[in-house]
């Protein structure tokens, strides 16, 4: 009997392994995750040299991660087996290990997507769910606030302009898990030693205005981003510092996109309190019939502000179809010949539209993937003001400010 | 293939060319490396044999040795001598850069011991070129150990049979040692990033304790898990490994430590160094210094490492001197807390190779830091992680000797659990790119 019993275990071990390995090889392969949002990896082609490396193994290694038989099982188990670890009190959990947001991705030739910061965690406490609400926690631990300020003061030294500079707090900045007070400060603390070394460069107090607007849902649950309504405190602020009437949030037709959003604090996670409580995204469209004009590598073409379709898979892209290198918003209402550049990073994706009710045209170029010349455009536009505006995670990122200092060239 | 052939001889074969295999997969240039040792040793061996007896005997001996530290000399230390030199000296030298091969600091010791114990007459050299080579790149222990002596596995070597509850019990143990390693040390790993890593500015004396905790898990289920595994799997090809850990964290004192941790790698110093030096009839406190520099410097070509190894030596002194006699007369309580206490310290050691890291990180685990006592954050990762650390508490001691007296039907249990363990590890790994190899220094 017992025989038997060790036949039946030992057979079981080896039909496992062998099911897995026939599985790995024969089995049709899918190109894309859906649930990762991210193409896999292909087989890698044999050369020689790489196997030398050990470049070959470790290509191979993970291309078995990424087509394992029933991945997608797998996956879904090891989320239940997580969340045995513990007890999730009041709700709250931490995802200690999520990879920076901001990390810059390129693709590489073989069309994966390579995350090029590799810094990531310096300066967060990790990933905080609480009711349905996501916290990225920032330590201010690895500041580089100083670093920050000094890339953006090259500026005013080789253009003769205007120039302002907005950080976008998160939302620990107002609430944040009673735990975490400790940092409720340090986005802040950061913020203003930003402002106490720009020399030529104005501060807008971004944070000062959303702190009057904190009912309201100026921050999404399940994404790092602010929501366009944040970003309109956001534009207030600018109106405010520079001396604009804001035009009003209620005479802008307000629209959301069909579908609930879960973005990317969830895609790390796949935490089920945020599912539950996934996101809408709304949008208010400008009253100055804008038209936007993308660089698509040659010339620039035509394209919506609020691209509307195929969003399904990231919904933040409804605003301006995502981070393009360039692009030209003219307002058709407004002939001041005033012109601004918006040198951002994905925050400033629905921010900018607001700002067509005061300038002629609004230039919106991306400090991450932008390739040509600034002082070209500067010149060629005859650009009157320039913002810079991001996300208090990002302007700490080592190589977005090196992107900003290379920028200037 | 390998239970479907009769013939011994193949399946050493296939073994061997599966090492080959298995090694190459993360380091195909270095194999020539292991060929090379393995042949050197191999002669030596047939040589030492050949002039038994005669006064050339010894010499195999000293030139095996000296060829084998040399090996790992180049390899291991060469980077660290030189920097040491240029800081010294102030001279110039450039470092040679070239990764270190996998699983040296194992095979050299391997086969030096190989060397020794066929000098001492206590095994009889391997004729077989392809069985000394199968011993020495056996891939179940080649690249995380244990290091595995001659003696131990000759017989096996020559003359193994497989047994089906061998195959089935390899099996338990396989899965339990990556169960182990995937599902404790890697997820203590993750813990220990967030605590220890970074400039630790913010981090609170809490933080700071439990950070080196879960360092603490972490070496000790990654290390062991990888033991584990290369037990399972020499039993399922019908070798019988000797246990590399017993229960370390229960141990009373530093010595009783050291005679529960990394089991094969203390009996090779105590054989092959300690006792040879004259062991504790002469010059004990030089030979105990010896050793524990070595141990220290065997961990890695740093000099926290050698600080870390002289820092047990200091410890297993005091103990011969008076503590040792002190504790005995305490309840057992305090020899716990007094190991825990300076394995946790001692770990500190192990983990930074920057020494400014080393006081850095001691200064706030003893309140000197500018941050908090407690960071109330700390609680919610422990209340996240409860069940976790329940478990991880019961698998470092000896819950299991408990259950195998108390619980009849616990083979049959262990075979359930095994695939459980292999399903729940697979899981993991795949959904996990976070797999860091914590024993590549070695």
């Keep these: 009997m017992k025989r038997i019993i060790l036949y039946i275990h030992v ?16 089995a049709p392969k899918n190109t894309f995750s859906e649930r990762e949002k991210r193409r896999l990896s292909r087989l890698p082609v044999f050369y020689l040299p790489n196997l030398a490396k050990g470049n070959y193994m470790d290509s191979l290694d993970n291309f078995t991660a990424d087509h394992f038989p029933q991945r997608n099982w797998f996956l879904e188990l090891a989320d239940s087996l997580k969340s045995l670890k513990g007890i999730q009190k009041e709700g709250k959990k931490v995802y200690a290990d999520v990879s920076s947001t901001d990390a810059i991705i390129e693709e590489d030739s073989s069309g ?99 702190k009057k607007h904190l009912q309201e849902y100026i921050y999404y649950r399940t994404d790092h981003h602010w ?40 895609l790390k996670t796949n935490d089920a309190s945020l599912k539950a409580n996934a996101d809408t995204v709304f949008y208010w469209i400008p009253n100055t019939k804008e038209v936007a004009l993308k660089w698509n590598g040659r010339k620039m073409e035509e394209c919506p502000t609020f691209k509307l379709d ?24 407004v002939k001041n010949k005033r012109v601004i550049l918006v040198i951002k990073n994905s925050y400033g994706n629905p921010f900018v539209s607001y700002l067509t009710a005061h300038y002629e045209q609004v230039l919106v170029l991306d400090y991450r993937y932008f390739k040509g010349s600034l002082s070209e455009i500067i010149k060629n536009y005859k650009v009157n003001d320039l913002l810079f505006l991001s996300g208090v995670f990002a302007a700490n990122e080592p190589s977005h400010i090196k992107k900003i200092k290379k920028l200037i060239g | 293939m390998y239970y479907s052939w009769g ?15 298995f090694y190459a997969w993360g380091e195909p240039i270095w194999i020539s490396l292991l060929i090379f040792s393995a042949t050197i040793d191999y002669f030596h061996g047939l040589m030492i044999e050949r002039y038994r007896g005669t006064i050339y005997q010894k010499l195999p001996l000293i030139s ?119 599902c404790i040390a890697n997820v203590a790993g993750e813990l220990v990033v967030n605590y220890m890593e970074g400039n630790h500015v913010s981090l609170s004396v809490s933080e700071a304790w439990f950070g080196v905790l879960m360092f603490a898990v972490q070496i000790y289920f990654d290390f ?23 229960y370390p964290y229960i141990a009373k004192s530093a010595i009783d430590f050291w005679r529960r941790w990394h089991i094969s790698l203390s009996s090779f110093f105590r054989d092959y160094v300690y006792i040879p030096l004259g062991g504790n009839r002469k010059f004990l406190y030089r030979n105990l210094l010896v050793v524990w520099f ?149």
């Design chain 2, 294 to 442: 070595l141990t220290g410097l065997w961990h890695g070509s740093s000099w926290n490492f050698i600080f870390w190894g002289l820092f047990w030596a200091l410890l297993i002194v005091l103990e011969r001197l008076f503590l040792g006699k002190m504790l005995q007369k305490l309840p057992a309580f305090f020899g716990h807390l007094y190991l825990l206490f300076f394995m946790l310290i001692s770990w500190v050691l192990f983990y930074f190779t920057d020494l400014t890291q080393v006081f850095d990180y001691l200064g706030i685990m003893f309140g000197f830091g500018n941050a908090l006592f407690h960071a109330k954050d700390l609680e919610v990762v422990i209340v996240n992680h409860l069940f976790w650390l329940i478990m991880t508490f019961l698998l470092a001691v000896p819950t299991y000797l408990f259950v195998q007296r108390h619980v009849r039907f616990l083979p049959y249990i262990e075979m359930i659990l095994s695939i459980i363990f292999l399903v729940a590890a697979t899981a993991m790994l795949v959904a996990n790119s976070f797999n860091p190899f914590l024993y590549f220094r070695f």
């Design chain 1, 11 to 26: 057979s079981f071990f080896i039909i496992l392994l062998l099911a897995a390995g026939v599985g790995l090889l024969f």
């Design chain 1, 112 to 210: 994966l997507a390579i995350f090029k910061d590799t810094e990531q965690n310096r300066n967060s406490k990790g990933l905080v769910v609480s009711k349905g609400q996501a916290f990225h926690i920032f330590t201010n631990e690895n500041s580089m606030a100083k670093d920050f300020a000094q890339a953006l003061n090259a500026y005013p030294q080789k253009f003769k302009l205007r120039f302002f500079c907005a950080i976008v707090p998160t939302l620990g900045t107002y609430k944040i898990p009673k735990e975490y007070e400790y940092y409720a400060n340090k986005e802040l603390e950061n913020i203003q030693e930003i402002h106490d070394a720009l020399r030529n460069v104005e501060a807008i107090p971004i944070h000062e205005e959303m």
């Design chain 2, 224 to 246: 062991s898990g990888y033991s584990d595994m290369a037990i399972g799997l020499g039993k399922m090809f019908g070798f019988h490994y000797q246990e590399n850990f017993n």
């Design chain 2, 7 to 21: 013939n011994q001889t193949y399946r050493n074969v296939l073994l061997t060319l599966t090492s080959f295999v």
């Design chain 1, 310 to 333: 195929s969003i399904e898979k990231n919904r933040y892209l409804v605003f301006l179809g995502g981070d393009e290198p360039f692009m030209q918003l003219t307002s058709k209402t």
């Design chain 2, 64 to 182: 095996s040795v000296f060829l084998n530290l040399t090996l790992l000399v180049i390899f291991k230390y060469s980077g660290f001598i030189i920097g040491n030199l240029n800081t010294l000296l102030n001279t110039n030298f450039s470092v040679p850069k070239f990764s270190l091969p996998i699983g040296i600091s194992f095979y050299t010791f391997q086969t030096i011991s190989y060397v020794a114990d066929v000098y001492r007459n206590e095994v009889k050299a391997q004729k077989s070129f392809l069985k000394f080579m199968m011993f020495v790149s056996l891939y179940h222990q080649l690249v995380a150990g244990p290091i595995v002596r001659y003696a131990h596995i000759a017989e096996e070597i020559e003359n193994r049979k497989l047994i089906l509850s061998d195959i089935s019990e390899g099996i338990n143990r396989f899965c339990i040692g990556l169960f182990k390693k995937v």
């Design chain 1, 227 to 266: 929501t366009a309504l944040g970003a309109y405190y956001g534009y207030v602020a600018f109106c405010k510092k520079i001396g604009f009437e804001p035009q009003s949030i209620k005479e802008m037709p307000k629209k959301f996109v069909e579908g609930k959003f879960l973005g990317t604090h969830f």
